[in-house]
Structure formats: structure tokens, C-alpha cells
């Protein structure tokens, strides 16, 4: 009978291990939160190479078809469109009805779409909108729209289901030779797809008009091409693009023409940098870390350097590169390696310094373009459609000048289109096989979402244990088991301990309704007219800071201010803002990972180091002292205006720092209806 007592009274090794991890949270929060950052620093040693995943595509299997026939035409367009822009009287119209024109040679279906600037301003009901959801211009008139032109060309074995889009940029006011060579390479792979007899997918050609910027034209012409709607800009069509000759002029069409599902996208441009040798750079970050199917970057990396010697970039922070520390990490690695290969040959985690610096470069660059939720190009007003699409910009080592450099240039850059096209174009669905979740360590390597996960749970993990041992240290704090009491004084004490836990949730809930008053303080201060950001960044300021002094006048009582709280209530209070703070990541990683990943990074330490000021000094011990000076300097880190000013110090110098330039920065944060402007919510409520 003993014996069956005890086995009753054991308890489970899950609760025993609870108990164990709940009874040493301290030690637990060091260990995951150190794992966590070594775990983030180990990610380019992680990196894998990347492979095509999706056997349809086979790129590079057949050889180009693209011929100096294609070239010569397209030579003659940009000849065309130079001589125009040598004389500015009338360009803008007349190089529309040139491009159209073109396109109506070469038997494409072609229409001119016309929109309106919009602009992209905060709005607390469309801020969980598209980001091209802004409000149009007050006022305008016929001379305040962009004209998009349009070509489609019908797969002659396909069914008009599907479609891949080709887009142009093209400033009709300012436009230049580098804009006339990105519109060659479009035309001289639209030039030979209206000939080839394998194509299975419509062809969409967009020359958008980027006189109001390169994202505006493409935004709206999908929203149009999605939703159409009917407005009085129908009505202004007729006067478009007159070319004088009433035969051509019947052939353009002034609606939408529509095709298919788009299966796959790829804006063209072209830029002169002073390069070694012929590059092609790939944008690929898209709204709040949108990313596309990792087999499009890989067949357009695999066709460019083995196909057509191009070397590809992708963007890196190149102060990273001249960091003492990161060289010295990657020498600490690399030393990490080689003694993991002497254990184990089949380990296959060395790495050498210098590729871990490229790797770490890159590597942050893509965290941080993610994590800041702002697209890189055009191509993001194709991922809010779920549309795979990514921004290559060529780049040549020698001037354009040159006409047999540029004829070159444009064999190889349309061919590198044409097998692109190729590839998108044996799919029988959309993208799918390869990763949509992934960090780029280089144009070859990536790291995948069940590896860098690891890092952002590890420093997440100790929230909850936290959380839950200050809860548990409160019940022994007020213990109410004692062998002298009834049963009812026990069920007593369990109510009140219930009603601390409920006045500190209430406490938490103000903040947070305080957060949200502040996030919506922006709309209200952009309403003043003639202010300028330094103004508005302290008017915010001001602001904020009012709001809270009024709500904790109504809503918390002055007994029950923080820093008068017993140990013990306070405990309850960091153990509520702790858990709400858990969920808050949870979510945010769901919305953003990057944005959830950095601001893990520097929150969580203050949030398990948070301890009330006033009771520290009190103390007067070396505990009390350090504790205090880490939760100043840590408080301050991770203040948003602080972490800006500091990024930006270490960028760009601190000597152009302006109080203004957080406001801009916020200001194109919400334009874009970017979660990252959450994250500023956040941590403020967190301090």
C-alpha cells in the first residue's frame, strides 16, 4: 500500500522538467539566448548551395535561337528613340506612338493604359491594404497621368490561361540611353518570341512609364489588370498618342487586354558602374519579406554565369566587408572548420574567412531589406498578387557608346531573357517546388526556413520560462497552503493571486492602447501644412508622451504606479508584459520573419533584464548597481530613433545625422504599409 502512495505522489517527467526549467529560468535565458545569437552568426557556415529543384524548367538545354537579326532591329528602336530625346519638343508623346508602333510591327496586340499618380500616404484603415492603395492626387488634369504601353503576344500553343510578363521602365521626359538599351533587350527577345512556333504562354510586354516612379506604372497596371474598374479615365483615351497615321492608330487598343494567370515576371534595367567586368545585379525583396520561388533566382544565375560570363550580384552592406570583427569571426570559424574536418571528413562545415565576410555582408543585407518591408524594384507590385517576380539590372564594364560593346551587350542580355522565358515556360503550374522562405548568402548559396528558424526560437524560448517562474515565485512569495489555514483561506488567496494577474494584464492592455494612440499619431501630425520632419518627429514626440501621462491619469490608479508595486506584484507585471511580448513575436513572425528576427534580437534581453529603476537604486548593491547600467543601455539600444540614428551613423557617418531623417524613415515605413512599423509599437510599449 506504501508503495502505490508514493507511485501516486511521483510525478511526471514532463512536469518534473517543467519544475526543473521553471526553477532555473536564469541559467535557461543565458544559455538560449547566447545559442540564439551564435546560432545567427553561424548562419553563412549553414548556407547551402543552391540547386533548381523544379525538373520542368531545365535551363540551358536547348541553344539559343536569339540572332544579330534580332539585335540589328532592336538597335534601330534605340537609335530612334536617341535621335527623338536629342530634340525634348514633344517626346514624351511621340515615344509612346514610336514604342507602340514597334510593337505593332511585329504583329503584338498592343494598348496604351493610362493612370493617375497616386500618393502613398498614411491612412489608419488601409494600412493593412496593397501598398499601391494610396489616394490619387487632388486637383489633377490631364496633364498629371503616365501612359503604360502595352504588347501582348498569343502562344500559338497555348490556350491564353497563362502568361509571363516582361517589364520595361521607361521615363518618356528624362529617358536616356541606358533606359533605350534596357527597352533593345525587350524588344530583340519580343522580336524573335512573335516568330518561334514552341512558345505555350502569352508574352506581355510593359513599358511602364516611370516619370512618377518605377513602382507607380507597374502597381497600377496590375491593379487594373486584375480589378478593373470603370472611371473617367476611359473617357481621355481617345486623345492619347497621335502618331498621324489614322491606319496605325486603329490597330492600338485604349483598354485593358488581358491574358492569363501570370506564371512568372522580370523587370529589366540597365545601370553604368565602374565594374571589373559585366554584371547583373538581382532584386528580388518584394513588401513586408516577400520573396519569390527560389528556382526563379537559380535559373536566371544558372543561365547568366554559365551560359552567357556574366557574374552576378546580389545586394551586400559593403561596410560589412571592411569589419575588423566580422574578418576576425570568420578567421574564428574557419579555425572551427578545420578542426571539425580533422574529427569528421563527412562534416562539411568549413568555411573560409573571407567567404564568411562576403557571406555575413549579404547575409544582413537580405535580413535587413526583408525585415524593412520596402521592395527593392518595381517587381514587389507583383508579389502582392502572388506573382514570382525579381528586377535584373545589367551592368557593363565599358561605356554604352560603343556600338559593336553595345550590339555585345545585347546578344548576351537578350539571351539570357530568351532562356529565362524558355525555362518559365515549360511549367505546367506555378512555381511551387523550391523554398518561398529563404535568407541569400550569395547569388549561390541561401539559407532555408527550417535552419534559420532555429536561431529565432532559441531566442524566443526563454520568454515563457521566464514568464512562468516569476508567476510561480509570486504564489511563493504569498504562500497561502500553510498547514494552520482552512481550505477556504486557500481558495481565498487563489481569487486574489487571480485578480493581481487580471489588474497587471489591465496595466499591460493600457499600454498597448497607448501604443496603438501613438501609431496613429503620424496621420493626424502629416495633416499640418509647412511642416518639415525635424518638426513632426517632435510634435510626435510631444505627443506621445502626453497621451501617456493622460491615459495613466484615467485608467491607472496612483497606487498602483510601478515603481510602488511590492516584489512581488511587480513580478506579476513583468510576467504579463513578458507573455504578451511572446505573442507579439509569434505573430510578427508570422507576418514578417526578418522584422520578428531582429527585433528578437534586440528586445528579448531587455525584456528578461527589465527591473524597475527606483528599486535597484535602493538596493546599492554590485548586483543592483549592474543590473541598472544594462537595463539603461539596453533600453537605449534597442529605442527604435536610437537603433535608426546608430544604423545610419554606421552606414552613412553621423556627422549628416539629422532628428528629421527617423521621421522620413517612419514615413516610408507606413506609405508602404510595412510591419516593421509595428515593431516601433512595440518596443516602445516593451520599454
Known amino acids: 500500500m506504501a508503495e502505490t502512495e508514493v507511485s501516486k505522489k511521483r510525478k511526471r517527467p514532463i512536469v518534473r522538467l517543467a519544475v526543473l526549467l521553471l526553477?532555473?529560468?536564469?541559467?535557461?535565458?543565458?544559455?538560449?539566448?547566447?545559442?540564439?545569437?551564435?546560432?545567427?552568426?553561424?548562419?553563412?557556415?549553414?548556407?547551402?548551395?543552391?540547386?533548381?529543384?523544379?525538373?520542368?524548367?531545365?535551363?540551358?538545354?536547348?541553344?539559343s535561337m536569339l540572332s544579330n537579326q534580332e539585335v540589328s532591329e532592336a538597335n534601330k528602336l534605340i537609335k530612334e528613340l536617341n535621335n527623338l530625346h536629342s530634340n525634348r519638343l514633344g517626346a514624351t508623346t511621340e515615344s509612346h506612338g514610336i514604342i507602340a508602333k514597334y510593337m505593332s510591327n511585329l504583329g503584338a496586340q498592343v494598348n496604351n493604359h493610362k493612370f493617375h499618380p497616386q500618393l502613398n500616404q498614411f491612412h489608419p484603415l488601409h494600412f493593412f491594404s496593397g501598398p499601391d492603395s494610396g489616394v490619387m492626387q487632388e486637383n489633377s488634369t490631364r496633364s498629371l497621368y503616365g501612359i503604360n504601353t502595352v504588347g501582348i503576344i498569343r502562344a500559338p500553343r497555348g490556350d491564353g490561361k497563362e502568361a509571363i510578363v516582361l517589364v520595361t521602365p521607361y521615363n518618356a521626359v528624362k529617358g536616356g540611353l541606358r533606359e533605350a538599351l534596357s527597352l533593345g533587350i525587350a524588344y530583340s527577345v519580343f522580336s524573335l518570341l512573335t516568330r518561334v512556333t514552341w512558345l505555350a504562354k502569352d508574352i506581355i510586354w510593359l513599358?511602364?512609364?516611370?516619370?512618377?516612379?518605377?513602382?507607380?506604372?507597374?502597381?497600377?497596371?496590375?491593379?487594373?489588370?486584375?480589378?478593373?474598374?470603370?472611371?473617367?479615365?476611359?473617357?481621355?483615351?481617345?486623345?492619347?498618342?497621335?502618331?498621324?497615321?489614322?491606319?496605325?492608330e486603329s490597330k492600338i487598343s485604349y483598354g485593358i487586354r488581358r491574358s492569363g494567370t501570370m506564371a512568372a515576371a522580370l523587370v529589366l534595367g540597365v545601370a553604368y558602374r565602374n565594374e571589373n567586368e559585366d554584371t547583373l545585379g538581382i532584386y528580388a525583396e518584394a513588401s513586408n519579406g516577400q520573396m519569390p520561388n527560389l528556382d526563379l533566382i537559380n535559373i536566371v544565375h544558372y543561365l547568366a554565369v554559365h551560359r552567357q560570363g556574366l557574374r552576378v550580384k546580389v545586394e551586400q552592406f559593403h561596410w560589412l566587408l571592411n569589419s575588423k570583427w566580422v574578418k576576425s569571426l570568420g578567421e574564428v570559424f574557419e579555425s572551427l572548420g578545420?578542426?571539425?574536418?580533422?574529427?569528421?571528413?563527412?562534416?562539411?562545415?568549413?568555411?573560409?574567412?573571407?567567404?564568411y565576410v562576403e557571406g555575413a555582408a549579404t547575409l544582413a543585407s537580405s535580413l535587413y531589406h526583408q525585415a524593412l518591408g520596402v521592395p527593392t524594384g518595381p517587381h514587389g507590385a507583383f508579389r502582392d498578387y502572388q506573382v514570382d517576380a525579381i528586377t535584373l539590372e545589367f551592368s557593363l564594364r565599358i561605356s554604352f557608346d560603343r556600338l559593336d560593346r553595345r550590339n555585345d551587350f545585347l546578344l548576351h542580355g537578350g539571351r539570357l531573357i530568351e532562356g529565362v522565358i524558355r525555362s518559365v515556360n515549360n511549367l505546367l503550374e506555378k512555381f511551387h517546388q523550391s523554398f518561398f522562405l529563404y535568407l541569400l548568402t550569395s547569388p549561390s548559396k541561401f539559407v532555408s526556413v527550417g535552419v534559420y528558424m532555429i536561431a529565432f526560437a532559441l531566442l524566443v524560448a526563454p520568454l515563457p520560462v521566464v514568464a512562468a517562474s516569476l508567476y510561480a515565485k509570486t504564489l511563493d512569495l504569498?504562500?497561502?497552503?500553510?498547514?494552520?489555514?482552512?481550505?477556504?483561506?486557500?481558495?481565498?488567496?487563489?481569487?486574489?493571486?487571480?485578480?493581481?494577474?487580471?489588474?497587471?494584464?489591465?496595466?499591460?492592455?493600457?499600454?498597448?492602447?497607448?501604443?496603438?494612440?501613438?501609431?496613429?499619431?503620424?496621420?493626424?501630425?502629416?495633416?499640418?501644412?509647412?511642416?518639415?520632419?525635424?518638426?513632426?518627429?517632435?510634435?510626435?514626440?510631444?505627443?506621445?508622451?502626453?497621451?501617456?501621462?493622460?491615459?495613466?491619469?484615467?485608467?491607472?490608479?496612483?497606487?498602483?504606479?510601478?515603481?510602488?508595486?511590492?516584489?512581488?506584484?511587480?513580478?506579476?507585471?513583468?510576467?504579463?508584459?513578458?507573455?504578451?511580448?511572446?505573442?507579439?513575436?509569434?505573430?510578427?513572425?508570422?507576418?514578417?520573419?526578418?522584422?520578428?528576427?531582429?527585433?528578437?534580437?534586440?528586445?528579448?534581453?531587455?525584456?528578461?533584464?527589465?527591473?524597475?529603476?527606483?528599486?535597484?537604486?535602493?538596493?546599492?548593491?554590485?548586483?543592483?548597481?549592474?543590473?541598472?547600467?544594462?537595463?539603461?543601455?539596453?533600453?537605449?539600444?534597442?529605442?527604435?530613433?536610437?537603433?535608426?540614428?546608430?544604423?545610419?551613423?554606421?552606414?552613412?557617418?553621423?556627422?549628416?545625422?539629422?532628428?528629421?531623417?527617423?521621421?522620413?524613415?517612419?514615413?516610408?515605413?507606413?506609405?508602404?504599409?510595412?510591419?516593421?512599423?509595428?515593431?516601433?509599437?512595440?518596443?516602445?510599449?516593451?520599454?
Open 207 to 248: 513599358v511602364a512609364d516611370s516619370q512618377y516612379g518605377e513602382y507607380a506604372p507597374v502597381a497600377a497596371w496590375l491593379r487594373d489588370y486584375h480589378t478593373p474598374a470603370f472611371s473617367n479615365l476611359d473617357s481621355l483615351n481617345t486623345e492619347t498618342c497621335h502618331v498621324g497615321n489614322n491606319n496605325f
Open 478 to 687: 504569498n504562500p497561502t497552503s500553510e498547514k494552520d489555514k482552512s481550505a477556504t483561506s486557500n481558495e481565498l488567496g487563489s481569487v486574489l493571486q487571480s485578480w493581481k494577474w487580471l489588474n497587471s494584464v489591465k496595466t499591460v492592455f493600457v499600454v498597448h492602447f497607448w501604443g496603438a494612440t501613438v501609431s496613429l499619431l503620424p496621420y493626424f501630425i502629416s495633416q499640418i501644412p509647412d511642416s518639415d520632419p525635424t518638426t513632426n518627429f517632435s510634435v510626435w514626440i510631444l505627443f506621445s508622451i502626453l497621451s501617456l501621462e493622460i491615459l495613466r491619469w484615467i485608467l491607472v490608479s496612483p497606487s498602483s504606479h510601478i515603481y510602488g508595486l511590492p516584489q512581488g506584484e511587480w513580478a506579476i507585471l513583468k510576467s504579463a508584459t513578458i507573455s504578451s511580448f511572446f505573442i507579439g513575436l509569434g505573430l510578427m513572425s508570422v507576418i514578417n520573419f526578418a522584422t520578428a528576427e531582429i527585433g528578437a534580437l534586440l528586445m528579448v534581453p531587455m525584456a528578461l533584464m527589465a527591473h524597475p529603476l527606483k528599486l535597484d537604486v535602493r538596493g546599492q548593491s554590485l548586483r543592483s548597481i549592474l543590473r541598472m547600467i544594462c537595463n539603461l543601455v539596453l533600453g537605449v539600444i534597442s529605442f527604435p530613433p536610437a537603433t535608426f540614428f546608430v544604423f545610419k551613423g554606421v552606414i552613412e557617418g553621423f556627422s549628416g545625422i539629422k532628428a528629421g531623417d527617423f521621421w522620413n524613415w517612419v514615413e516610408s515605413l507606413w506609405a508602404w504599409n510595412s510591419a516593421t512599423y509595428l515593431y516601433i509599437d512595440l518596443s516602445c510599449i516593451q520599454r
Open 23 to 63: 526553477s532555473h529560468s536564469v541559467l535557461v535565458s543565458v544559455i538560449c539566448c547566447t545559442a540564439g545569437v551564435f546560432g545567427l552568426l553561424l548562419l553563412p557556415v549553414l548556407a547551402k548551395n543552391t540547386y533548381i529543384s523544379e525538373n520542368a524548367l531545365m535551363p540551358g538545354s536547348t541553344s
Open 338 to 355: 578545420k578542426m571539425v574536418k580533422t574529427l569528421n571528413p563527412d562534416w562539411k562545415l568549413g568555411i573560409s574567412a573571407a567567404d
